[in-house]
């Protein structure tokens, strides 16, 4: 599983946050679907050549956005969505963040609707991925 992570060291974000990144992505794209079961700290480390430390606080900020599970002595494996209510204060930041996109998007000169069309877009490169869904126009 450690062979599609690829950490960048020269880059300016640290490489927990490389990690968080991409297995949310995999997670969202369902490229990792619920139950699915994540590579132990270790190994991921060894595979990755970087401090076992390093992986350990990916899982940790992944746990904590309720991405992943760990369960002692079995492994850390991607939870269900389901199994969880929607925090407000989520929901909020997350409003706050397309407000921020959009009034870059307006400062750079797009119109409403090119800043829609291109969500919308962005958003098929996700949604379009999952499991059993097929893509609605």
């Known amino acids: 599983m450690a062979l599609w992570i690829q950490i960048s060291p020269g880059s300016d974000k640290p490489i927990y946050v490389q990690i968080v990144?991409?297995?949310?992505?995999?997670?969202?794209k369902n490229e990792l679907a619920t139950g699915d079961k994540l590579p132990a700290v270790r190994k991921l480390a060894a595979e990755l050549v970087?401090?076992?430390?390093?992986?350990?606080?990916a899982y940790t900020v992944l746990e904590q956005a309720k991405l992943v599970t760990t369960k002692t002595g079995s492994g850390t494996f991607?939870?269900?969505?389901?199994?969880?209510?929607?925090?407000?204060?989520?929901?909020?930041?997350?409003a706050e963040r397309m407000d921020t996109l959009i009034t870059r998007g307006l400062n750079l000169g797009l119109k409403g609707g090119d800043l829609a069309a291109m969500f919308r877009d962005r958003t098929n490169k996700f949604v379009g991925k999952?499991?059993?869904?097929?893509?609605k126009k």
Do not use: C, F, H
Request: charged share 30%; proline share 5%; glycine share 2%.
């Open 21 to 28: 990144e991409q297995i949310s992505e995999a997670v969202a």
């Open 50 to 57: 970087i401090n076992p430390n390093t992986v350990a606080r």
């Open 78 to 94: 991607v939870s269900d969505p389901k199994l969880y209510s929607r925090d407000a204060a989520d929901i909020n930041m997350l």
């Open 130 to 135: 999952q499991k059993g869904e097929e893509k």
